[in-house]
């Protein structure tokens, strides 16, 4: 079943029709032509709806319930993934995934959020929003990966880290604090991509990177746009407005020196061809790592050091 | 980001900001306690009846922990640009003019240098009435110009924090300042130099969760709110009712989270023995 976004229902109908046109019996002359066509038209309206999408409806694809999800690209780009779990303190935390893995033979330490498709799926993930237990296994994992010189990948995709009460008692800002400062200082190269949704401090508390990569049709931003219209606007109601005015898509975040690649992805989105998004992810990361595993320890730290340092703008 | 909810729609300067009101009485932002305005100025701003810390300006501030005419600003002219040409029901543009205009400052952090009973320290003080105390480029700057000039001169850094978190209108260039910010306290924390956060009323968002929390000692005010999501963000998020006194300095200290709780009274003189310790 494909499930359509708002602004995709003129695609559902064309595609419904082309699904019984090929079903039917294909002697009847003309019918080739009739699908011809038919599918020359769906290409050509995929590529006005997806060539013109604003930053809100880029969201809505960004947060697709069939999006690819870290586990997704992992089981298809990585091989022999080992799952490790839990923060050896508190708890295992199922927003945030995470383990030892190969890439083309490559040993890499990998970390991502992970969202769940189903609805039990994404309740047992509390829907990519991780705890302080998430954030401090994440960490514990890419101290091993420092430890033992493996590169680490992560893939961002949450909407946030969870607001709740336990979060809070357990120490969710230093959580996020602590791997903000000791990812700038991991001493091995580190590459993030974010997939879906980059949620403000919770999805930057395992982007800190050498590389940092967005898929096309993702989104990061300080805050959400309907947090941000609730507060700004005070209507969650205006959230396309805010979208729009917080600059949260790849190319807004190119323009503003912040982001090193945008990887393309399938016209409709990454969940109608997973394996051409899974991929182009890996041609990426691939080109990222072999690039900063060349480069001397320090050179390698300073250049992520800096990186950061210039980011900013202010009145000259 | 966790900006709390406001009850105005109006941006980073406006809502749960804990007022100091004019008039011969004012209302205790803790106990609600209707109290004497001139027996609280009298009292270091500290209510009388719950020992609740109203915020002081940045003067005040300084008077309260430097020795007399000892500090000395810096790179006080930077000041935020518009980078996202951002525009809700207001321009980002004009709010700034605005914040300018009334507090006299360029953005919503001081830092400098002064003198803590002769010692020597590099000190940075927030003001809430700009903007919510909101970290953009600007204030992010001045914290790592800060941390540098403390790494470079190995002198101490001291942070009087208070925050609602990065500033929406610069969208991802503020979450951005969260992880510079961290990488240069860590910097500091590798060349070890010690660096003390002070949390005041109310200190929340990306600000926690960056160099807030990275203090080698964090000492927080009494009664101050402090946390990363706002108290309305988790209570429409969990829908139940957040427990008394929650994300109050005192439970945080509970939950092990910061240091020490210091009076207002006592905090040069705590402030002058810890970093006499280092
Ligand atoms: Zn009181």
Redesign the interface.
């Known amino acids: 079943m494909r499930e359509y976004l708002d602004f995709e229902k003129p695609l559902a109908e064309l595609e419904e029709k082309l699904d019984k046109l090929s079903a039917a019996a294909t002697s009847r002359t003309g019918a080739q032509e009739d699908l011809t066509k038919l599918r020359a038209r769906l290409h050509q309206l995929q590529t006005e709806i997806y060539a013109g999408l604003t930053p809100w409806q880029r969201t809505q694809v960004a947060r697709h319930l069939q999006r690819p999800s870290t586990l997704d690209y992992i089981g298809r780009i990585c091989d022999n993934f080992v799952e490790l779990h839990g923060d050896r303190a508190f708890a295992d935390d199922h927003a945030i995934v995470g383990g030892l893995a190969r890439m083309n033979g490559r040993p890499i330490v990998v970390i991502g959020h992970q969202k769940g498709k189903t609805l039990k799926e994404r309740m047992h993930r509390n829907f990519g929003m991780p705890n302080p237990e998430g954030y401090r296994k994440a960490l514990r994992l890419m101290r091993l990966a420092d430890k033992f010189r493996k590169p680490v990948v992560t893939f961002i995709d949450t909407p946030?880290?969870?607001?709740?009460?336990g979060?809070?008692?357990?120490?969710?800002?230093?959580a996020?604090?602590?791997n903000?400062?000791?990812?700038?200082?991991l001493k091995t190269p580190i590459v993030s991509v974010v997939i879906g949704e980059g949620g403000?401090?919770g999805a930057?508390?395992i982007?800190?990177a050498d590389r940092l990569l967005m898929m096309q049709n993702s989104v990061?931003?300080?805050?959400s746009p309907e947090?941000?219209a609730?507060?700004?606007?005070?209507?969650a109601g205006k959230a396309p407005?805010?979208a729009e005015?917080?600059?949260?898509t790849a190319r807004?975040?190119q323009d503003?020196g912040?982001l090193d690649e945008i990887i393309p992805e399938p016209m409709g989105g990454a969940h109608r061809d997973p394996m051409f998004a899974c991929d182009a992810v890996k041609k990426s990361i691939e080109i990222h790592l072999t690039a900063l595993q060349e480069l001397p320890l320090e050179t390698l730290l300073q250049q992520r050091?800096d990186k950061?340092?210039r980011?900013?703008?202010?009145?000259? | 980001m966790a900006w709390f909810k406001k009850d105005r729609p109006t941006g980073g300067d406006s809502g749960k900001k804990p007022k100091f009101q004019e008039g011969l009485w004012l209302k205790c932002n803790h106990c609600r306690e209707i109290i004497y305005r001139k027996e609280v100025e009298r009292n270091a701003k500290v209510c009388p009846k719950c020992e609740y810390h109203f915020p002081i300006s940045v003067e005040d501030r300084i008077d309260l922990l430097l020795d007399l005419g000892t500090f000395r600003e810096w790179d006080a002219e930077l000041a935020a640009a518009d980078p996202l040409h951002f525009k809700d029901t207001k321009r980002y543009r004009d709010r700034l003019l605005d914040a300018q205009q009334r507090t006299g400052k360029k953005d919503a952090l001081i830092t400098g240098e002064g003198r803590i009973n002769g010692a020597r320290v590099v000190l940075g003080v927030f003001h809430f009435g700009f903007m919510g105390g909101s970290m953009g480029s600007v204030v992010g700057e001045k914290v790592i110009l800060a941390a540098d000039r403390a790494l470079r001169e190995r002198v101490p850094l001291v942070l009087v924090i208070t925050s609602g978190g990065a500033r929406m209108q610069e969208g991802i260039l503020s979450l951005m300042q969260m992880a510079r910010t961290a990488a240069a306290i860590g910097r500091l924390a590798e060349a070890c130099i010690p660096y003390i956060a002070i949390l005041t009323d109310p200190t929340f968002g990306g600000v926690t969760a960056s160099f807030a929390m990275l203090g080698d000692v964090i000492l927080a005010e009494p009664k101050a709110l402090i946390g990363f999501a706002g108290p309305r963000v988790i209570e429409q998020t969990i829908r139940q009712q957040l427990p008394q006194e929650f994300q109050r300095a005192e439970f945080l200290l509970e939950h092990g989270i910061i240091d020490l709780i210091v009076p207002r009274k006592r905090l040069k003189e705590t402030l002058s023995s810890i970093i006499a310790f280092f």
């Open positions: 946030g880290a969870y607001p709740g009460i979060a809070e008692e357990r120490g969710q800002a230093e996020i604090a602590r903000l400062m000791e990812m700038a200082t403000s401090g930057l508390a982007g800190v990061y931003s300080v805050i947090g941000c609730a507060i700004l606007w005070n209507d407005e805010a005015a917080l600059k949260m807004d975040l503003l912040i050091y950061y340092r980011i900013g703008v202010l009145a000259t």
